[in-house]
DNA sequence: ACCGTGACGGCGA
DNA sequence: TTCGCCGCCACGG
């Protein structure tokens, strides 16, 4: 399995995000000085450590949930939701319902 | 080295 | 407000 520094860079900022929190592409981008949010969804998408590095706690900066897996919608979705809500993190209509549990860096 | 693709974002229509 | 187009950057073929 074959893992760029980019990567590590994206997974790092990942484990920086505290329980209970979540954070969008863009800011996790800029935190590691990258113009691009979808890079780093890229570097997630085949995110090789699952809930070792907590990837499923990056959304997208309208709040959206964002995909999981490669998947827009589906099963891998609502497994993303359901780790979020066992978080305390909850969702409606696949939208952060508390904006105050945005993390910042 | 070139080209197409994508868990994204912003703006204009 | 929703839809589409373009810009973004890293990756795989």
């Given at each position: 399995m074959k893992v760029t520094a980019f990567q590590q860079l994206v997974y790092e900022a990942c484990k920086r995000i505290p329980k209970g929190q979540v954070t969008t592409y863009k800011l996790l981008a800029q935190a590691i000085g990258c113009g691009s949010a979808q890079a780093v969804g890229q570097a997630l998408?085949?995110?090789?450590f699952a809930p070792e590095v907590?990837?499923?706690r990056v959304i997208g900066s309208d709040l959206r949930i964002g995909g999981f897996f490669g998947e827009r919608s589906g099963a891998q979705i609502t497994r993303k939701l359901t780790l979020l809500a066992s978080e305390g993190v909850h969702f409606t209509d696949n939208v952060l319902a508390e904006q105050s549990a945005l993390f910042r860096f």
């Amino acid at each position: 399995m074959k893992v760029t520094a980019f990567q590590q860079l994206v997974y790092e900022a990942c484990k920086r995000i505290p329980k209970g929190q979540v954070t969008t592409y863009k800011l996790l981008a800029q935190a590691i000085g990258c113009g691009s949010a979808q890079a780093v969804g890229q570097a997630l998408r085949c995110n090789p450590f699952a809930p070792e590095v907590p990837c499923h706690r990056v959304i997208g900066s309208d709040l959206r949930i964002g995909g999981f897996f490669g998947e827009r919608s589906g099963a891998q979705i609502t497994r993303k939701l359901t780790l979020l809500a066992s978080e305390g993190v909850h969702f409606t209509d696949n939208v952060l319902a508390e904006q105050s549990a945005l993390f910042r860096f």
